[in-house]
């Protein structure tokens, strides 16, 4: 079965920091991968997503991640945090068959510190 | 664009009632939408995916009969949670999407249920 693992439940990261936020997942193929982000109130948005080719993936808001097939990762990295970043990041993952099935890691909720 | 509503945004009912949860898309056509469940501090849980004008195929472990989704046209679902007890409170969450291989679900705000 298809896990997905973000191992920080909690993160503090002064504003201007560099932010890396952590997933790791456990599936038989290589599965199309998203980072959302959950704000109070707001809805979860996709900040970006890997479906294939080059494992360097661009998103919005300035977020980047990076897909390491050899160690089943899939970080999310920020290299100057604003205060706004503060939230909840999920990462996911869903199988490549064209099945639209997300399943999320425990998420890791970003605080920001001035 | 993309928008996913959710009314209500916070509900309270007594045990042994039913309370009804809309997802709407506002502007787009959602041919998929999913129903997800929250819980603190942990991640969400699918329950179930709905078709417009099809069934409702629920996830292992979720019972049909208690939470019924209905997903009548293009943009709008409902999932009713019906003789509800406190342990169905929980955050639920709805997603849509246009379908294909596209995979963006996009997600409404939640509806904070609390049963007491």
């Known amino acids: 079965a298809q896990s997905v693992t973000q191992p920080d439940i909690h993160i503090t990261v002064s504003e201007g920091a560099s932010l890396e936020l952590r997933c790791n997942y456990s599936?038989?193929?290589?599965?199309?991968l998203f980072w959302y982000v959950q704000s109070p109130g707001q809805g979860l948005q996709l900040l970006l997503k890997y479906f294939s080719g080059d494992t360097l993936v661009q998103g919005i808001k300035g977020f980047e991640a990076e897909f390491k097939r050899s160690q089943s990762s899939f970080n999310l990295r920020k290299p100057s945090v604003h205060w706004s970043d503060a939230a909840e990041y999920f990462c996911a993952v869903a199988p490549n068959t064209g099945f639209q099935k997300l399943v999320f890691g425990t998420g890791t909720r970003l605080l920001v510190s001035p | 664009g993309a928008v996913v509503s959710q009314h209500p945004s916070r509900v309270i009912c007594k045990s042994g009632t039913s309370v009804k949860i809309e997802c709407r898309s506002l502007?787009?056509?959602?041919?998929?939408m999913f129903w997800y469940r929250q819980f603190p501090k942990q991640s969400l849980m699918l329950m179930a995916t709905s078709n417009e004008g099809s069934k409702a195929t629920y996830e292992q472990g979720v019972e049909k009969d208690k939470f019924l989704i209905n997903h009548a046209s293009l943009t709008l679902s409902t999932l009713t949670v019906t003789s509800a007890h406190p342990e169905d409170s929980s955050f639920y969450i709805c997603?849509?999407?246009?379908?294909?291989?596209?995979?963006?679900?996009?997600f409404g705000p939640g509806t904070r249920l609390t049963v007491t």
């Open positions: 599936y038989g193929a290589t599965p199309y």
């Open positions: 997603s849509a999407s246009r379908g294909g291989r596209s995979y963006e679900q996009y």
């Open positions: 502007d787009f056509q959602a041919t998929t």
